[in-house]
């Protein structure tokens, strides 16, 4: 069984940074492409970042691009998340999912084909 753990979150002053690491285990990184998703107190949960491990193509909501860098290390099965100019508006519950390569198709890919999920990490961007 693929299983997610994220790490990484935390409190931090706007204008901040901070690291968010999701490794994965069962399975072999590369046979899937994996996605930062966020989810805000009374809001619903957005796409933050997705990246295919195999061709390491990336994609980007426009609310973080420029900002936040999504990146794989295969040799140690993690997927990172460098968030950087951190603002408050950022604050959320962080969670990383995992799709078969065959079904992943960037920002279209279909939802339920999102097989695993973490179980998240909170994120508070506040002075």
């Known amino acids: 069984q693929v299983q997610l753990v994220e790490s990484g979150g935390g409190l931090v002053q706007p204008g901040g940074s901070l690291r968010l690491s999701c490794a994965v285990s069962g399975g072999t990184l590369e046979y899937y492409a994996v996605g930062w998703f966020r989810q805000a107190p009374g809001k619903e949960r957005e796409g933050v970042s997705l990246i295919n491990t195999s061709s390491g193509s990336t994609y980007y909501a426009n609310s973080v691009k420029g900002r936040f860098t999504i990146s794989r290390d295969n040799a140690k099965s993690t997927v990172y998340l460098q968030m950087n100019s951190l603002k408050p508006e950022d604050t959320a519950v962080y969670y990383c999912?995992?799709?078969?390569?065959?079904?992943?198709?960037?920002?279209?890919?279909?939802?339920?084909?999102?097989?695993?999920w973490g179980q998240g990490t909170q994120v508070t961007v506040s002075s």
């Open positions: 999912a995992t799709v078969l390569s065959a079904r992943f198709r960037g920002w279209s890919t279909r939802w339920n084909d999102y097989g695993y």
